[in-house]
């Protein structure tokens, strides 16, 4: 008998041609082996340098992607997740065959809250965000955002810039002040000890870097933030904004004391197949109190239909989060990896451990920032034939470009990219559900910068 082996790198920085040879064996027939010859790479060149360079960061993805995939696994293993939860409703959804709760159940076992609630009918991460921060304060209370600027869309929910009376929390009497970051991007932890005021009701923790040109923020660093918060006013609650956090470490922010987190199923957790929704985790309580905030107080989480088979999208999305935040997260030190060879400045830093999947490239003017969009636009399998153009969008104070061919809208779980059209004009990557697709668009922007 004859045995062939064939091995090659589990990174290879070259595709193979099979072509057929012909091999004698013992017996009279001849049978067609493949031969593999080197061919062209799908890849530029540069992009092919950055991948031969990064083998010992992917295999570290890959293992965390494994271990996050197991926590998941327990979590719908333990709530007894079946086929029956999968089921639409209708109406009222009182009818609902138990998919409701036992996703609530899992998705509070995977990042070690009391309570959860997932919902197909959270717009956004920042709705989810507005109803857990209205279930926290009052009128005559303070909020303090601790990471310095919120994110753009949360400045009318706040009351930072005018909502025109439309019921921010300003408009009802809340506070706000900010902790400007340090000098290096981080959080400023001389400052953060001696911060919190008798009626600092509520710090906010954005975990991500938003469109700030700063680090995004560990679980760890969330940790021994909130230990200083709590020495300082026991009665303080955490809320951490969690959107694009979810899954790209191995612990979650309610493991180490937050009260609430919140963000939105069309990034991280959703897995790229969720078409819409979001959650808020932690603390029953205030679940149950940014329940009301969704829906009206008295009803509960128990209510609220789920129509046709959105359900099964939430639970398999959320199976095949980490797989799909993992290549995110190569996809992210392809960027970098690529784009600083390249001159540019970015944000994580090439091989540093990732906090958050959005890697931000430092463009420096308006037409490059253009191009690096229309570039990744044109890659794109949904909408590869429509030039984006930069505008006012509902939220953002600046006009902001987006680059979003993906085949739910306004995904960035899936390979996307945005920036606001403001210095230092800042291009921000996130998702992919392949860090090839990210390997392949790379070499059509190195083209067009």
Known sequence: ?????????????????????????????????????????????????????LSKEFREVDNLVARNTARVLRAFQKVKVGSHHFGGSTGYGHEEAGGREALDQAFAEIVGAESAIVRSQFFSGTHAISCALFAFLRPGDELLAIAGAPYDTLEEVIG??????????????????EVPLAEDGGLDWDALKTSIRPHTKCALIQRSCG??????????????????IKMQNPGCMVMVD?????????????????????????????GTIAPCGGYVAGRKR??????????????????????????????????????????AIKGSFLIAEVMAAEGYKVQPLCRIKRHDTVQAVQLGNRER?????????????????????????????????????TFI?????????????REPFSV?????????????????VLKSL
């Open 1 to 53: 008998m004859a045995v062939l082996c064939c091995a090659t790198s589990a990174y290879p920085t070259h595709t193979l041609r099979v072509t057929s040879a012909k091999v004698s064996v013992r017996s009279s027939s001849r049978v067609s082996v493949p031969q593999l010859h080197p061919s062209d790479s799908p890849f530029v060149p540069e992009v092919n340098k950055a991948v031969d360079s």
């Open 160 to 177: 930072k810039r005018d909502s025109g009376g439309l019921g921010s929390l300003k408009d009802f009497g809340v506070e706000y002040r």
């Open 211 to 228: 469109y700030s040109w700063r680090r995004s923020l560990s679980v760890t660093e969330i940790g021994r933030a909130i230990n200083i």
């Open 242 to 270: 969690n959107c694009y956090g979810e899954f790209v470490d191995d612990i979650e922010p309610p493991m180490v004391g937050a009260d609430l987190i919140a963000g939105s199923l069309i990034k991280n957790p959703g």
């Open 286 to 327: 205030w679940v149950e109190a940014a329940a009301a905030r969704l829906s009206a107080p008295g009803l509960g989480v128990d209510c609220g239909s789920t129509p046709g088979d959105i359900m099964r999208t939430l639970f398999q999305g959320l199976f095949l989060s980490p797989q799909m935040v993992g290549e």
């Open 369 to 405: 920032l253009l191009s690096f969009c229309e570039a990744v636009q044109r890659s794109s399998p949904v909408s590869s034939f429509i030039r984006p153009v930069a505008g006012a969008t509902a939220g953002y104070a600046s006009e902001v470009i987006f680059a979003d061919g």
């Open 409 to 421: 809208d306004g995904s960035t779980s899936e390979l996307s990219c945005d920036g606001p059209l």
């Open 428 to 444: 921000f990557c996130q998702g992919g559900t392949h860090w090839t697709q990210w390997g392949l668009v790379l070499g059509e």
